[in-house]
């Protein structure tokens, strides 16, 4: 046991109430932010006249040794130390003596800690930013690919109106856009630098804000000494948009399955993204995509913990917020992994065109459109509706496709149909036709995917 706080006590902390305070073992992910953060304050101490050049020359020097060791595996992180922030300062008093004391001037490890996590939570955002770019570029590409791909849209999981790969692809193209917004949204409002807030009341050194602000990367100070050593909002905030995309892709891993299956033979998934069964050997298991969705359950259940944490805590600084760092780190970690896999799954996919048409055909999903070209004759819609459901249930009984009907049965309902019903009720025609924007006929198709291909070359969209 190892601590940064032993001259008040008398008595040695009983080893459980140690292990149950110490973060150690998971805040240790945050040791280049920690030594990053610890340089900055120390370049502005000197700065300042607070430190002597050589004191910071030995410190940043001290810091960046300690950095190197732990890389190349020469210092291991040891769990006899409470937390990260006292491993890092305990070695560099070892490595470098009496100058490695001063390196806390004016500094308290609540601001430390606020610090370390917003400059991690930077990182990993952006790098979640990535990883969901990636999968719109991979989304783009099979919309590309699928124009002409006619599957059956659903309402209530019953076929609805025809539609293509493309356009359905594009709903999910749409769902991550968005989530890439809030992202940003989240890392703009988060961009304040709380170091040199103190243990909450600031410091009577006459300490520089602005100029560690602007080294570390963000683009202003925070305002409030109070609220910057107990502000978790960002954390939640995040876990909430990590949230929105584990929705998104259940949501997506969920019709994957369904594609997946023997009824619907949509799709194959490819063998290296699909796991067998130890006991029935014709089976091919989804399980990416059912670990993906069942993953969800974890996401949002650090944000529910985190908000929960954090209801009732008074200001400022309280240790019920050492609680963010497990839910966050899981929650980050997760979701990075889910889009990575998920992006890797969808990448590899066979997509059965045929299955998908023809299952677009049985379903009678163009019957919309049967009752529109009566409504081009002239036939009210309401009346339209109740013919084209005769229609329905005349082939339901005969068992086939209302483009598989012939002029005489077409009569037999209703004499207004003619020649060209079986263009309008053609799979498609009834596509092509819709070309409102945001619809899936190919000419409204075209004008959205060159927006989205606007959209990867000037990031300003997003
Ligand atoms: N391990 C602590 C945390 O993660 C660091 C801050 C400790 N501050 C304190 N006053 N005990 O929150």
Known sequence: ???????????????????FNASISFDQVLYKQDIQGSIAHAMMLARQGILTEKEHRLIEEGLKEILREIECGELNITEEFEDIHSFVEANLINKIGEAGKKLHTGRSRNDQVALDMKLYTKIQVEKMDGLLKELLFVLLTIMKEHLHTYMPGFTHLQKAQPTTLAHHMGAYFEMFKRDRHRLKGC?????????????LAGTTYPLDREYTAKILGFERPTLNSMDSVSDRDYLIELLSHLSIIMMHLSR??????????????????????????????????????????????RVYGALLSLLTTMKGIPLAYNKDMQEDKEMAFD?????QNCIALFTGMLK????KKERMEESAKKGFSNATDAADYLVKKGVPFRDAHEIVGRLVLYCMDKGGAIDDLSMEEFHRVSPIFEQDIFEAVSLKACVERRCTLGAPGKEAMEKVISIYETYFEEEALL
Do not use: H
Request: hydrophobic letters at 35%.
């Open 348 to 351: 590899t996919v066979k997509w």
């Open 1 to 19: 046991m190892a601590q940064l706080w032993g001259g008040r006590f008398t008595k040695e902390t009983d080893k459980m109430v140690y292990a």
């Open 187 to 199: 890392l703009k409002r988060m961009d304040e630098c709380p170091l040199g807030a103190g243990a």
């Open 252 to 297: 997506f891993c969920e019709e994957i399955i369904l594609w997946n299956s023997n009824e619907y033979q949509f799709i194959e998934l490819d063998d290296a993204y699909a796991t067998g069964s130890s006991i029935m050997p014709q089976k091919k298991n989804p399980d990416i995509g059912e670990l993906v969705r069942g993953k969800t359950g």
């Open 331 to 335: 929650g980050i970690d997760t979701v």
